[in-house]
């Protein structure tokens, strides 16, 4: 590569295009986009993936070189998120207060206005983002919540009357498994996986997954092999 590479997936789309605009010029599927990928990456290669259902991926082949890793190189698959319903009240609002969290609590965020259902499942493991205010562009995950008040896993910059945000969760879902990864690079077995990674040149890949879904019924939902140093952010699976 020689400079950044944005590709698109979305439901609208035909992985005979290039894909590199969204909508309609863009892929059908991750792996149509991941096969028109350069595979000798020295930058970023960012796959968007747009609010749909889709197909599982195989990435494999992918050598991510030293010098550029840890720095600007490397592999985003970045998702969509929406807000969801909770039972009671809405999904967004502005926060009247909150706290950061330390190393032994976990962060809040308080909107006294609300009346949500107690530990509702609508909201307890789905994503709180900050949209705006004091802490924004902040996602975290919630663990719990009451009538008013949203606990997250971990810590924040804590809310303000000037923080704004909505309840979200994935909505680029992949729903059914990955085609097994061939040959010796094979990364299941006779198993699959909805994202399966074969880590298969000398380099280790640096791989970000975030703001993805990923239900696959009893298939396995991401597989790793190899040498690899993958992360996954705002990433909701069951299988």
């Not at 698959?77 to 967004?92: K, R, Y």
């Amino acid at each position: 590569t020689t400079a950044d590479v944005n590709l698109f997936v979305d439901p609208t789309g035909n992985d005979s295009n290039p894909c590199t605009a969204a909508g309609t010029s863009a892929c059908l599927t991750l792996q149509g986009a991941f096969n028109k990928s350069p595979k000798d990456l020295r930058h970023r290669l960012i796959i968007n993936v747009a609010t749909g259902n889709y197909a599982g991926v195989g990435i494999f082949g992918f050598t991510i070189y030293p010098a550029f890793q840890q720095t600007t190189a490397g592999i985003l698959i970045e998702g969509a998120l929406a807000n969801i319903t909770p039972t009671t009240s809405t999904a967004t609002g502005t926060a009247t207060a909150g706290t950061a969290g330390s190393t032994t609590t976990f962060g809040t965020l308080t909107d006294s206005g609300k009346a949500w259902t107690v530990n509702d499942p609508a909201i307890v493991g789905k994503l709180v983002s900050i949209t705006g205010g004091t802490g924004s562009g902040q996602v975290r995950v919630v663990v719990s919540n009451t009538a008013t008040v949203l606990t997250i896993a971990g810590t924040w910059t804590a809310p303000t009357g000037t923080s704004t945000y909505a309840l979200q969760a994935p909505s680029s879902i992949i729903t059914s498994p990955a085609p097994v990864i061939p040959g010796p690079l094979t990364a299941n077995g006779s198993s699959v996986a909805g994202i399966q990674i074969a880590g298969d040149s000398s380099y280790a890949s640096r791989i970000v997954v975030r703001n993805m879904g990923i239900t696959v019924g009893s298939s396995i939902p991401i597989y790793m092999s190899g040498a690899l140093l993958a992360e996954f952010q705002q990433v909701v699976t069951s299988g």
